[in-house]
């Protein structure tokens, strides 16, 4: 399984990556995990090698989670991939936007 982790803030990618591996470890998942800080990297990567999973923060500078999404699902192995938006926001059109 491979898991992209993408957040602006470097220590919460690093925190979450560290309580995704140990959950993967203890139920002996084989896991994969990929840390961006910005929206463009993570859409590069994902062109190269489909991700399982991606968790990605709402908001970031210069492209924000929503824009990222629409990237990712235009690229032909993004239409089905799973994405978990990390997010304090809990305005409407955030949820609107995301689904």
């Known amino acids: ?7 602006d803030e470097i220590q919460f990618v690093n925190v979450t990556c560290e309580m995704l591996k140990e959950w993967a470890y203890l139920r002996e998942i084989p896991l ?9 990297d993570l859409i590069m990567a994902h062109q190269q090698q489909c991700m399982d999973l991606i968790l990605l923060d709402v908001e970031m500078p210069i492209m924000d989670g929503i ?4 990237e990712i ?3 032909e192995n993004g239409v089905t991939v799973p994405v978990i938006f990390l997010t304090a ?3 409407k059109a955030t949820v609107i936007d995301g689904a």
């Open 32 to 40: 994969t995990l990929c840390r961006f800080t910005n929206g463009d």
């Open 73 to 75: 699902r235009a690229q």
């Open 67 to 70: 824009e990222t999404l629409k």
């Open 1 to 7: 399984m491979k898991i992209a982790v993408c957040d």
């Open 89 to 91: 926001k809990k305005d």
